[in-house]
């Protein structure tokens, strides 16, 4: 049984992923109040499936970018869950989750986040060669500059409003596809998968050195 935390924004989700199956999900909109939220949804959820925090082959987590608290907390309930029983972690990038369900979509995908003040982490991937790659890594942009980096037909997908979903109508009109709020939804049963993926390889993270993505310094973020 992996267990998935992501606390890198205010959208916050768990999940509990065996063997190809997602036991449990759970997503909900945060204040930035992880710091209360997060463990009593962790104990309900083992609790729930009678999980033992010892029992888990591994737990992944979110890294950003994202909110410098969201991160900090997500991380260090990971590592101190990870730690005392040797558990595997893995860091899994956010916008990486975010553009996880549109791999086949047939055109590049870009996947957004609310850094606060205006702006939006965002990222770009692809198939290249058959294989899914981040083509343009995480930046720190606008609205604005996201339509200017958008150079061919796209799904927009993640924390856009309905502000910036139609200034990427506006601006890019057929280029740009922007799935339902329901569907871009970052799920952490996507993250539980990609962190299950590396797990099978054996490729896992240091928990003592593992750290969050961070766009900016932290002094000037949320």
């Known amino acids: 049984m992996l267990l998935a935390i992501d606390t890198a924004t205010y959208v916050a989700g768990l999940a509990l992923y065996d063997r190809g199956q997602v036991l449990a999900e759970e997503v909900w909109h945060s204040a930035m109040t992880h710091t209360v939220e997060l463990m009593p949804r962790v104990q309900r959820m083992l609790n729930t499936h009678q999980v033992a925090v010892e029992s888990l082959v591994g737990i992944g987590v979110s890294l950003g970018p994202g909110s410098f608290t969201g991160l900090r907390i997500g991380l260090a309930a990971a590592k101190g869950m990870a730690l005392p029983y040797r558990l595997p972690l893995v860091g899994v990038p956010t916008l990486d989750v975010e553009a996880y369900p549109f791999q086949r979509a047939g055109q590049p995908v870009w996947g957004v986040i609310r850094a606060g003040r205006g702006r939006l982490a965002v990222a770009c991937y ?84 593992l750290a969050p993505i961070y766009l900016q310094h932290p002094a000037v973020g949320r």
């Open 126 to 209: 692809d198939n290249v060669d058959g294989t899914w790659s981040q083509t343009i890594p995480p930046t720190l942009t606008t609205i604005e500059g996201l339509c200017d980096l958008a150079t061919e037909p796209a799904v927009f997908t993640g924390e856009i409003d309905e502000q910036g979903a139609s200034a990427l109508r506006e601006r890019l009109g057929q280029g740009a596809t922007i799935p339902s709020a329901a569907i871009r939804l970052r799920r952490p049963a996507c993250l539980a998968e990609l962190a299950a993926a590396r797990l099978s390889r054996d490729d896992m993270d240091d928990v003592a050195t």
